[in-house]
């Protein structure tokens, strides 16, 4: 079951171009259905439980709709409840992150040619810190750049050993939050390090105050 988010007030998201994979032929169309309203959409990605679509019409983070999009291989079309966990506007239009109840079909799946990652990556600006062991309990201010379903990716001061056990650690008002994973890459950038962990626990729509 998806909920709702908790609370939307501190996340952050990048405006103005989107950072998501972009696929160079020409969209495919779906429909999305909110209560008795349907709007048609282009689906820019889709992979496995994650959409990410242009629409002409305003989608907000933790909107509950249903997905619809014609399948070769289970009927006519398909309907997958899902929930949005990114917004972006984009022009006239908003450009959206849906995360779905059961995985799409592989034979509609969209992705940048040559590009085999089986999650979409969406930018944000989530301010925290990162915790994780050393021969002793480390801390640093950390934030998160990008998440996908299966990870997130920090700009961090200090450079964190790779398959450690780490914590990202953040607030809303006054609750906290916190998501595990594991270091799994490290890269020097501008005096500090881009850190990429994968997420073991819960998916990375955490992050966007979305929950399953």
């Known amino acids: 079951m998806i909920d709702a988010p908790h609370t939307r007030t501190d996340r952050r998201f990048r405006l103005g171009g989107s ?4 696929h160079v032929a020409p969209k495919p169309v779906g429909i999305v259905s909110i209560g008795l309203r349907q709007q048609t959409v282009t689906i820019l990605g889709a992979v496995g439980t994650d959409v990410h679509v ?25 309907a ?6 990114w917004a972006n506007p984009e022009g006239t239009g908003t450009e959206a992150g849906i995360a779905l109840q059961d995985p799409i079909p592989t034979e509609i799946a969209v992705k940048l040619p040559g590009c085999e990652r089986e999650s979409i990556r969406y930018a944000c600006r989530i301010h925290g810190k990162m915790l994780w062991i050393d021969g002793g309990p480390k801390s640093q201010p950390a934030v998160v750049i990008n998440y996908s379903r299966d990870g997130m990716c920090m700009q961090v001061a200090a450079a964190v050993p790779v398959e450690c056990d780490a914590q990202f650690v953040w607030w809303t008002e006054e609750e906290e939050h916190r998501i595990d994973g594991i270091v799994r890459w490290v890269i020097g950038q501008d005096g500090g390090f881009l850190t990429g962990c994968e997420l073991i626990k819960e998916p990375g729509y955490r992050l966007a105050g979305v929950r399953f």
Do not use: D, K, M, N
């Not at 997958?80 to 966990?85: A, C, E, S, W």
């Open 54 to 78: 242009l629409s002409q019409s305003p989608l907000a983070v933790g909107q509950h709709l249903t997905f619809i999009v014609s399948s070769s291989s289970r009927g006519p079309e398909i």
């Open 80 to 85: 997958i409840p899902g929930i949005v966990h």
């Open 19 to 22: 950072s998501v994979l972009r």
